[in-house]
C-alpha cells in the first residue's frame, strides 16, 4: 500500500522547489515509516536543489528531521511504533571492519530504504541523503531512526545535522584542547554549535568571524568571546592582533565560502589545524604554501566523528546546551521556497519546517 502525502519537491537544477504529492510505501524488511513533525532548512538540501551534489532530480527535500515512527518492517526490532527518533543519513551495517573497530562513522556499507518514493506519475524520487523528509510521511531504513528522549521536535531535529556537525568539528574531528584558542567562521545554527562545543572543550579565546551583525551577536550568547565582522576588516589580521601575533590553534569554516575557506587556513598559526565543515560543490583555491611552510593541517568534518546522534543527544543534554536557541523561524510545508530565500540570504538563524503543521 502506498501513502499519498504532500511533499517538497526539486525537479530541476535552481529552480524553485514544489510542493507536491508523492506515493510513499509501507516498510518492507528492515525499513520504518516516519512522520517528520520537524525539519531543519539546511545548506546540503539547498546544494541539492542548485546541482552541487549530483545531477538526479527529482529531489525530495529534507533531511535534518525529527519524528515520530508509524510503521516498521519485518525484522525491526531497535525502534517502534510510536518512538520519537531524530533521522541519521545512513543506516550503517554493523559488520564491515569500521564498524567491527567500534567506529561506525567509517561504515564501509551504510544504506538507506531499499523501496523508492515516488511522484504521482511513478517516478524515482532521489531522498536528500538518504531521508527525504520535507514531508508528511517519509520511508528510511529502520537503522537511520535514533531513539532519543521526546523534546521539542525542532530542537531535536537539527541534533540530525547541523548541530552535530559544529559540535562534532569543535569537538572531535578538531580536537580542540583546553586553554586553546579558535575562531569559527560562519554563525549560523553550525558555526554557533561549533562555538558552544569549543566552550564545554574549555578554549579560552573563541573568535566568531561573520559578515552579519547579528549573527556574531547570536554567537556571543553562545560563549565567543570576541567577534570580527569580516565586512569591515580583514579576518585573518584581526585573528592574529587576538592571539598574539600567532594565529589560533584550530579554526573551522562553517560557512562553505572559498574566502573563508581560504581565510581559515591563512588565520591558523603553524602546526594548527583548519578544519572545514559541511559539504559543498567544489571550492578550489591555492592554500599549498600556507600548508607546507607552517605544517598546518587540513582535515574535513561533515559529522559529529563518533557514534552520532545518539552521542551528540547526550553530550547536549549532559552539558545543558540550550540547543532551541538557535533556530529563529518555523516554517510550513507550503513555505518551503520563502524559507530557502530567506536562508540562502544568509540574514537568518536556523529555521525549521513543520510537515505536519
Partial sequence: MAHQVRAVVSRSVKQPVEVVTINVPDPGAGEALVRPQATGVCHTDLHYREGGI??????????????????VGEGVVHVAPGDFVVLNWRAVCGECRACRKGVPRNCFDTHNATQPMTLDDGTPLTAALGIGSFAE????????????????PAAAGLLGCGVMAGFGAAVNTG????????????????????????????????????LDERKLEWAKGFGATHTVDASKVDPVEAIRELTHGEGAHKTLDCSSAPTARRAAVQAVRAWGTACFVGERGMVEFD????????????????????QGQAECAEFVADHDIAVDRLFTHRWRLDQAEEAYKLFDSQTTGKAVILPNG
Wanted: net charge negative.
Fill in 287 to 306: 592554500v599549498s604554501n600556507d600548508i607546507l611552510r607552517r605544517q598546518v593541517t587540513l582535515v574535513g568534518s561533515w559529522t559529529f566523528s563518533k
Fill in 137 to 152: 510521511l517519509t520511508l528510511v531504513a529502520a537503522g537511520q531512526c535514533t531513539k532519543v528522549p521526546q523534546v521539542d
Fill in 54 to 71: 549530483n545531477d538526479e532530480f527529482p529531489f525530495l527535500l529534507g533531511h535534518e528531521t525529527a519524528g515520530i515512527v508509524e510503521a
Fill in 175 to 210: 580536537e580542540l584542547q583546553r586553554g586553546e584558542t579558535i575562531a569559527v567562521f560562519g554563525c549560523g545554527g553550525v558555526g554557533d554549535a561549533a562555538i558552544a562545543g569549543a566552550v564545554v572543550a574549555g578554549a579560552t579565546t573563541i573568535i566568531a568571524v561573520d
